[in-house]
């Protein structure tokens, strides 16, 4: 098994926070798949978006875990959309164990409202918005996790706990 812990979730769900807080406790690397994309294309991702459009930047997510598919020992933070592709909800699930950070609608409006960093959401009624995507994407995030966490009630050290005990038990099981 490739003993890697993947982090999915809409936007502002916290994934790559709580990816860095999991990858000091485990001292286990970690791989922002927004972040080394922007790496790789030596342009943000607003830039990407403008520049190359959805469709080529979901291509680059593809081909991003294509080249990940043999990592081990990683927590992996993913962007939102990951999960809109087949292809990739079906690689996240060889790559280990995928767990689904879940908030509220508010509250991703609330966290996402303090930047505007997100193509998608710079939109006239970026709440309408949240709520159009989450009603397409919540089937494709229950399909491609193992496990889901309501992120809403919880603290960040509440959160990484779960996710390495439940992860522990995961890992323990026999293939
Ligand atoms: C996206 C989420 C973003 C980033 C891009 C598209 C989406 O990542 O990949 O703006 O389609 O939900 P975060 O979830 O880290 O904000």
Known sequence: MTK?????????????????????????????????????????IPKIFEEAGEDAFRDMETALLRSLLNQSGHIISTGGGIIVREENRQLLRKMGYVIWLVASPEEIHNRTSRNNSRPLLNTKDPAGTIRKLLETRIPLYKECAHLAIETNQLNFDEITTGIIESARYYFSQPE
Do not use: A, H
């Open 4 to 44: 890697n812990i993947i982090l999915v979730g809409f936007m502002g769900t916290g994934k790559s926070t709580i990816g860095r807080s999991l990858s000091q406790i485990l001292s286990y690397p970690v791989i922002d798949t927004d972040q080394l994309i922007e790496k790789q294309q030596g342009r943000s």
